[in-house]
């Protein structure tokens, strides 16, 4: 369990403690009822993602084109001869590094010629595009990236500290600017949607229009391309979860000294 995790859960438990009035371990079941949707989707669509890129990772393409082929086709159709393409270890750690100009595939991808490795690649090279464009949302999300980044860490800190002192004024206002800081990451998740979704579409764009693949390539790769897309949709719902518990703990402790 990672370090924000355990720190999420323990903001989850003290709040419990001492603001839901009844003790410790109720303020740590009610954080796991109320988050237990969120967990549920969470795991669903990791596992419906690898169970999909699983599947048509064993169908080849019509014309046996490799992930690799596929993205530097994408890339070439846009001008972008300068992206490199580089494989690295792992599985779906597909992703496009615009610092270093370079579209890194896993291996299971880079040489693979499954329906599967073309979609996820075709992704990739989408993401290429975008950033070459200066697509709104990629650029959006780009300058909200080091804020985002200090709420995520940050804001579930300054909860946990808040309801140390949950008795006192500066202990409330902690815990208020922690759930401003940690609603960062909601925004950035949502902000990440479309930029994830118009890097599909486009995938899927070129890979029909080339009149290069069949219309089951088309299928397979936009039910890749789905379920990872989910994961994001995934991530966002948890984020809201966790905001929406932290403000009806946090409304819910001003009514009552009210």
Same mark, same amino acid.
């Given at each position: 369990?990672?370090?924000?995790?355990?720190?999420?859960?323990?903001?989850?438990?003290?709040?419990?403690?001492?603001?839901?009035?009844?003790?410790?371990?109720?303020?740590?079941?009610?954080?796991?009822?109320?988050?237990?949707?969120?967990?549920?989707?969470?795991?669903?669509?990791?596992?419906?993602?690898?169970? $999909?890129?699983?599947?048509?990772?064993?169908?080849?393409?019509?014309?046996?084109? $490799?992930?690799?082929?596929?993205?530097?086709?994408?890339?070439?159709?846009?001008?972008?001869?300068y992206i490199r393409i580089e494989q690295i270890a792992g599985q779906l750690t597909d992703h496009y590094d615009p610092k270093k100009g370079v579209i890194r595939l896993s291996s299971s991808v880079y040489n693979s010629a499954s329906i599967g490795a073309v979609g996820v690649a075709a992704h990739e090279a989408g993401h290429a595009v975008q950033h070459a464009e200066e697509y709104t949302p990629i650029r959006i999300r780009n300058a909200i990236i080091p804020v985002c980044n200090f709420g995520s860490n940050a804001g579930p800190i300054l909860i946990l500290i808040g309801c140390l002192f949950a008795n006192r004024s500066f202990g409330r206002s902690l815990i208020f600017f922690g759930i401003l800081l940690f609603s960062l990451v909601a925004l950035f998740q949502l902000v990440t949607l479309p930029v994830e979704f118009d890097a599909s579409s486009r995938a899927l764009n070129v890979i029909k229009g080339s009149g290069m693949f069949m219309e089951q390539d088309v299928k397979g790769a936009r039910k890749v391309l789905k379920a990872a897309a989910m994961t994001y949709v995934a991530a966002l719902i948890t984020s809201v979860m966790q905001i929406l518990y932290y403000v009806t703990r946090f409304l819910g402790t001003g009514r009552r000294d009210d």
């Open positions: 369990m990672s370090g924000m995790v355990l720190i999420e859960m323990w903001g989850g438990q003290v709040m419990g403690a001492y603001y839901g009035g009844y003790g410790y371990g109720y303020g740590y079941f009610s954080y796991l009822i109320f988050m237990l949707p969120a967990l549920i989707l969470g795991l669903w669509a990791q596992a419906n993602v690898k169970h $999909t890129f699983h599947k048509y990772s064993k169908i080849n393409n019509s014309r046996n084109v $490799t992930g690799a082929q596929a993205a530097r086709m994408i890339l070439d159709q846009n001008g972008l001869k």
